[in-house]
């Protein structure tokens, strides 16, 4: 997601890991919000998906535009779909995923994949996202300029 403020301002809509590896961290400890999904399955319904599951909110109604593929550092490949919207969520309400933690200790707990998600300046995007993503901030920024 993405919207422009009263002064023409670009924000994008990131979300801060969940997890005790992230519950400390900030910087490139965001991500926009994604999931995985099947080989046979279209990217932008599992996108819109994976967004719902994250946020505990469908995402918006509007139209969508695809920004292209991207290679992360793990190796994993990221479609990555963007929306012009002034999305607000009354909260943030995230599925969950099990942990063990401390690892080796035998204590398996339920932990958020999206422990907060917040609209996020560009300069600011840049600092937060985890490195592998910025490139999809670029792609947006190169986009907009076109449009």
Do not use: C
């Not at 550092?73 to 009354?90: C, M, R, V």
């Not at 996020?120 to 996202?129: C, D, Q």
């Amino acid at each position: 997601m993405y919207r422009r403020t009263s002064t023409a301002e670009l924000e994008v809509w990131i979300a801060h890991m969940g997890g005790p590896f992230w519950s400390h961290k900030d910087e490139r400890a965001w991500s926009i919000p994604k999931g995985e999904y099947l080989e046979s399955e279209d990217p932008l319904v599992a996108a819109k998906r994976e967004f719902a599951e994250e946020m505990g909110t469908p995402p918006p109604d509007v139209d969508y535009l695809g920004l292209g593929t991207f290679r992360q550092p793990s190796g994993k490949l990221i479609t990555a779909f963007a929306a012009e919207s002034d999305f607000a969520p009354e909260r943030i309400e995230s599925n969950t995923f099990e942990l063990e933690w401390p690892r080796g200790s035998g204590i398996v707990r339920s932990y958020p994949e999206i422990d907060d998600a917040v609209w996020a300046t560009e300069t600011i995007a840049r600092a937060k996202l985890v490195g592998g993503q910025v490139p999809i901030l670029d792609a947006l920024i190169r986009h907009l300029g076109s449009a």
